[in-house]
């Protein structure tokens, strides 16, 4: 577990109940971002030319075209761009959970990133409100990147 960031920590969110919803299965691209969320790092493409960051799976970069680019920890850190409550049941999984919230986060590198808020209540989220990534290990396997709110000042 990397020190330079006090926000990092791997923990179960879901630790009292089985998690038995859908869990994303890493393939080549997202790979080192899926091993990352493991050890509790956002990692993010960025550009080897420019700079710029990108999600995985991007393969180029839209500022100045580069395919060239290294994997790069992100500080974890953003803020909540938009989100949504989700009221139906698309999945017979996701019945115990509903209402849940999706959420597009912008991180501080720029990129925009689909996720859930964590530790707080639905009503209360407000969209650009700081918030930080958590490491939810949902399996052996996988964890997952959340957000909770961030306090700021
Ligand atoms: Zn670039």
Redo the contacts with the bound molecule.
């Keep these: 577990m990397p020190e330079e960031h006090g926000w990092t920590e791997v923990a179960t969110l879901v630790s009292d109940r089985d998690y038995d919803l859908p869990i994303p299965v890493a393939d080549e691209a997202s790979e080192p971002f899926y091993a990352g969320a493991k050890e509790g790092r956002l990692m993010l493409l960025r ?6 960051y990108r999600l995985p799976g991007r393969g180029r ?6 395919e060239q680019s290294e994997w790069a920890q992100a500080s974890g850190r953003g803020k909540l761009y938009s989100f949504g409550i989700m009221h139906q049941k698309y999945h017979p999984a996701f019945a115990e959970v509903t209402p849940y919230n999706y959420a597009l986060v912008e991180l501080e590198e720029g990129p925009r990133l689909i996720t859930n808020i964590v530790d707080c209540p639905n009503e209360e989220l407000r969209t650009d409100m700081p918030v930080e990534a958590v490491f939810d290990a949902v399996s052996e396997e996988t964890t997952l990147i959340r957000f909770r709110p961030r306090a700021t000042g």
Excluded: I, L
């Excluded at 550009?47 to 710029?52: A, F, K, L, N, T």
């Excluded at 970069?61 to 580069?66: G, N």
């Design positions: 550009c080897s030319q420019c700079g710029r970069c839209v500022d100045c075209w580069s």
